[in-house]
């Protein structure tokens, strides 16, 4: 089902969001925008080849190292507000933020970069890349050093992920970990794709990512994932590695 989604979100995006013009794009122009930007589209699969080292090799052992959970102090900090949510679910609402958490948010991970490939964003691309290098850095240490149970995990509560699509946590948490909580990767890389959309001009795409990003901050909260100390320290990251990578950019 998730192949599926994915393909036709990929077919829709090309018709509504790719400029006309990019088919007429000859050949040799095509094979320089590839050569231009495979190097950038190595570095993000070099990135996550190392988050999910982290998370299957190194964070283990790291985690039994610190032998603290900090999940109990968020607690105290926010009493239930979010694990409210959880006990007042609206079945139409759980399946449309399992969909964007599960199915819309991971397609505009992979498509961003292809689009800004497709269009020959040179700048765009490196600004995305440079922001995702440093908002990797910045909560990589976060993530070893402070553990930090999710919402649902840590409350007992039921996965609505699981309910939706049963199963999908085998895949979930091998792409992450329970403890991986603060601060929100999910919210922090949605903003980052938007923010970095925006400078593609492309008004469209711009305010579906935008939406997107919104949607994922509301799901994370909704569907009992993370704390809201999670979500306000993965905005923070996240428009921080965005200015840094914009300096950055026009010094290179």
């Known amino acids: 089902m998730v192949g599926f989604f994915n393909v036709l979100l990929f077919l829709l995006s090309l018709a509504l969001l790719v400029p006309k013009s990019i088919w007429k ?15 950038f589209l190595c570095i993000i699969l070099g990135v996550v080849a190392f988050h999910l080292l982290e998370v299957n090799v190194i964070d283990p052992p790291v985690t039994q190292l610190i032998g603290t959970n900090y999940a109990p102090a968020i607690h105290a900090l926010e009493d239930n507000a979010v694990y409210w949510f959880t006990q007042h679910w609206t079945p139409l609402l759980v399946y449309f933020f399992v969909f964007i958490y599960i199915l819309f948010y991971p397609f505009t991970l992979w498509f961003s970069p292809v689009y800004f490939m497709l269009t020959d964003q040179r700048k765009t691309m490196k600004t995305f890349v440079y922001g995702f290098i440093l908002l990797y850095a910045f909560t990589l240490p976060f993530y070893l050093f402070l553990p930090i149970t999710n919402v649902y995990t840590y409350f007992g509560s039921t996965s609505a992920l699981n309910t939706v699509i049963p199963g999908v946590e085998e895949f979930f948490y091998a792409t992450t970990t329970s403890n991986n909580s603060f ?6 890389m949605a903003f980052l794709i938007a923010n970095s959309i925006a400078l593609t001009k492309n008004r469209r795409f711009t305010y579906i990512a935008y939406f997107s990003a919104i949607c994922v901050l509301c799901s994370v909260i909704y569907l009992g994932i993370h704390w809201i100390i ?9 428009f921080g590695s965005f200015y840094l990578a914009k300096r950055l950019t026009k010094a290179t």
């Open 25 to 39: 794009t000859s050949r040799a122009e095509y094979k320089k925008r590839i050569n231009y930007h495979a190097v």
């Open 183 to 188: 601060p929100s990767l999910h919210v922090a």
């Open 230 to 238: 999670d979500v306000i320290g993965g905005i923070l990251i996240s």
